[in-house]
């Protein structure tokens, strides 16, 4: 079992910054990859940025540049750290692991982009 919780949303305005968290239950070594999805309303999820155990990251086009995951082991916490924030970031923020051949979701974060 493995339980993910993400926090960090919040309200932005466009050209801010806004860092997501996602906590998990177990070590980051646990999970070969983890990633971070977003919702915005009336389309599909979509990935926005992976790490895996070994560091390798991975971007969506659209945030390449602007947006920047990252781990803090001691913490079993991945990042995304989010810059130069454009209305159309706006969504709800899904963090993902799989695990013994099952994927985990946490609850998502909504975030905000508006002046």
């Known amino acids: 079992q493995v339980q993910l919780v993400e926090s960090g949303g919040g309200l932005a305005q466009p050209g801010g910054s806004l860092r997501l968290s996602c906590a998990a239950s177990?070590?980051?070594?646990?999970?070969?990859?983890m990633r971070w999805y977003r919702q915005a309303p009336g389309k599909q999820r979509e990935l926005v940025a992976d790490?895996?155990?070994?560091?390798?990251?991975n971007y969506a086009d659209s945030v390449k540049g602007r947006f920047t995951i990252s781990r803090a082991n001691a913490k079993n916490t991945v990042l995304l750290q989010m810059n130069n924030l454009k209305p159309e970031d706006t969504a709800v923020y899904y963090c993902?692991?799989?695990?013994?051949?099952?994927?985990?979701w946490g609850q998502g974060t909504q975030v905000t982009v508006s002046s």
């Open positions: 790490i895996t155990s070994g560091g390798n990251t």
């Open positions: 993902n692991a799989d695990y013994v051949n099952l994927s985990y």
């Open positions: 177990r070590s980051f070594f646990t999970f070969n990859i």
